[in-house]
Structure formats: C-alpha cells, structure tokens
T-cell receptor, first 113, second 114 residues
C-alpha cells in the first residue's frame, strides 16, 4: 500500500540533544512537508521541499533542519536551539501543483525529558 | 494575508444530531478548500475538497459548499455517529513562492455521545 511512514511514534529529547524524525513516502511525490501541531492550534509549516536536494524554510523553521537526499525521504532534525520542541510533528507529501491534496503520515509526538 | 477561521470547539452532540462546523477564509486569488479529519493519536486524512466557487465536496455523509460570496466552506452532516468524534480542520491551498501551500484553521473538536 502506498503511503507515508513516520517514525518513531513517540520520541523523548534530553536538554541540549539533537533528535531526528524520520519520514518516508512511496507515493512517488516530488513535494514533501513538515508541520508542527500544538494543542488547540492548527498546523504550522516548518520546512518544505519540492524536489530532491532542494528545500525551503516555512513559517517556523528556527531550531529545525532538514535534508532531501532521496525523493522518498525527508528527515527532520530538531536541534538544541529549539527551546520548546514538545509538539506533534506531521510529515506530508504531494505532487507540486497548486490545489492538490497533501497526504499525511501518522505523526511523531516529541516530548522533552 | 491568507487565513482560515473555524468555529471554536468542542462541539458536543448526541448521536444522529445534525452537525455544522463553520469555516470562513481570507485569500487573494482563487484557493482550493479542504476539510481534513484527525482521529485521536493519528495524522490528518482528507475528508473532502472543492476547487472552485459553488463546488460541493462530499464524503462519508459530510458535505461542504465553496461559497465565494461569503468566503465560507461550512462542514455539515445530517446525522452524526459516535465514530465521527475527531478534530476537523478547514484548510485552503494557494500557490505561494511557487509551491502548494496549505493554510489551516485551528481545528474544531467534535464529541458525539450515544
């Protein structure tokens, strides 16, 4: 079955530690996205990538980094510079054209120890 | 700028009641409009979409009509079930900086009781 796989489902970060969230898709989509979801709020865009080896900052990129070395994979690193990382992180993918559906993974819940 | 405003939740209904969740938007140009649903502990799933004025999206008994004159895309269902309990997000899609940007409302939690 085609879809988006995020791992791990739960992740804990210690102070000063970088952690990486995995996102893999087998939908053959060029575009991929990372969103952050906080309680009672909508989703906010962290980073997006329209093509391999290219990515752009979204609305809240500070304290995060990404890479796009393969079409299928778009990992997100939450760095120690992100002072409030506790949130639910969602990865999505789509074809790049406007107005099309974005497909979402099941999410990773990150907490700080 | 582009934005989406949804009615605040939680919305609490009895089974078989009628559901309306209001959504209005502000956008330049002609956005596509979406409703996504999020079940507890899961990611978002597309519920329905509409790409132009007067289009009606429908799925699983839910409907929403793209009203350009009132900039609205209200979600309705005639008879809700307990299994419809979830958070519902209204979203619009615009092309910004050459990419497909989704802008979400804050979400509305629906709780349906037997």
């Amino acid at each position: 079955d085609g879809g988006i796989t995020q791992s791990p489902k739960y992740l804990f970060r210690k102070e000063g530690q970088n952690v990486t969230l995995s996102c893999e898709q087998n939908l053959n989509h060029d575009a991929m996205y990372w969103y952050r979801q906080d309680p009672g709020q909508g989703l906010r865009l962290i980073y997006y990538s329209q093509i391999v080896n290219d990515f752009q900052k979204g609305d809240i990129a500070e304290g995060y980094s990404v890479s796009r070395e393969k079409k299928e994979s778009f990992p997100l690193t939450v760095t120690s510079a992100q002072k409030n990382p506790t949130a639910f992180y969602l990865c999505a993918s789509s074809i790049p054209q406007g107005g099309v559906i974005q497909y979402f993974g099941a999410g990773t819940r990150l907490s700080v120890l | 700028g582009d934005s989406v405003t949804q009615m605040e939740g939680p919305v609490t209904l009895s089974e078989e009641a009628f559901l309306t969740i209001n959504c209005t938007y502000t956008a330049t140009g002609y956005p596509s409009l979406f409703w996504y649903v999020q079940y507890p502990g899961e990611g978002l799933q597309l519920l329905l979409k509409a790409t132009k004025a007067d289009d009606k999206g429908s799925n699983k008994g839910f409907e929403a009509t793209y009203r350009k004159e009132t900039t609205s895309f209200h979600l309705e269902k005639g008879s809700v079930q307990v299994s419809d309990s979830a958070v519902y997000f209204c979203a619009l899609s615009v092309v910004s900086g050459g990419y497909n940007k989704l802008i979400f409302g804050a979400g509305t939690r629906l709780a349906v009781h037997p």
